[in-house]
């Protein structure tokens, strides 16, 4: 996956409660993306970032926040999770152009 | 929004056959780019292509694009069981190659 992880893999938390997930990359790409797959729309872009303290909001950054404090972590937190936001959470990382894909958390709000 | 709307939403052929999707998108782009996702995985970046190229090939996949129509084509030849998946277009028209997908093609490839 392109030095590329993501902790945890899994997650279940209860409504309220906050989130943050971790990206952790090998490769010193200076591009971070956070995406949610949900059936039925695909890919949407959360949030991103174009450096260290540089980030700025995608499609759907509502209920979501991000940090880069360095450039290979990119951290994802929902500061109070609500069910909407259960779904399965991609990180990714690019150069300009193609992007390189982690494998996922899969988080559950009950 | 998506900007990016893949036909068809699932395609089931024989090993061996050649398979084809096709994206359709909205606003100018800068770059359109194919993504390959098997079940309960990450994607994976099949293939990119340049708002100025035509046609692309890699290895068994062959990708077109019509700017004036704005419109794509992933044709993958000589298909084989592994290639198995969902199928996504993305596409950047912006700065900092923000990517908006389709909802993807599943292909199931029968052996």
């Known amino acids: 996956d392109a030095g590329i992880t993501q902790s945890p893999r899994h997650k279940v938390t209860e409504t309220g409660t906050p989130v943050t997930l971790r990206c952790h990359q090998t490769?010193?790409?200076?591009?971070m993306y956070w995406y949610r797959q949900d059936p039925g729309h695909g890919l949407r872009l959360i949030h991103y970032?174009?450096?260290?303290?540089?980030?700025d909001k995608g499609e759907v950054s509502d209920g979501y926040s991000v940090s880069r404090s360095k450039t290979e972590d990119f951290l994802l937190t929902l500061e109070s999770a609500t069910s909407s936001q259960t779904s399965v959470y991609f990180c990714?990382?690019?150069?300009?152009?193609?992007?390189?894909f982690g494998p996922g958390t899969r988080l559950t709000v009950t | 929004s998506q900007q990016g709307e893949e036909d068809p939403q699932a395609l089931s052929i024989q090993e061996g056959e050649n398979a084809t999707m096709n994206c359709s998108y909205k606003?100018?782009?800068?770059?359109l780019q194919w993504y390959r996702q098997n079940s309960g995985r990450g994607l994976v970046h099949l293939i990119l292509?340049?708002?100025?190229?035509r046609e692309k090939h890699s290895g068994r996949l062959r990708v077109t694009l019509d700017t004036s129509k704005k419109s794509s084509s992933l044709l993958i030849t000589a298909s084989r069981a592994a290639d198995t998946a969902s199928y996504f277009c993305?596409?950047?028209?912006?700065?900092?190659?923000?990517?908006?997908f389709g909802k993807g093609t599943l292909l199931t490839v029968n052996p």
């Open positions: 970032s174009y450096g260290v303290k540089d980030t």
């Open positions: 990714a990382i690019g150069e300009g152009g193609e992007q390189y």
């Open positions: 490769e010193n790409h200076r591009y």
């Open positions: 292509i340049r708002s100025n190229e």
């Open positions: 993305a596409t950047d028209s912006g700065s900092n190659y923000k990517l908006t």
């Open positions: 606003t100018s782009i800068n770059n």
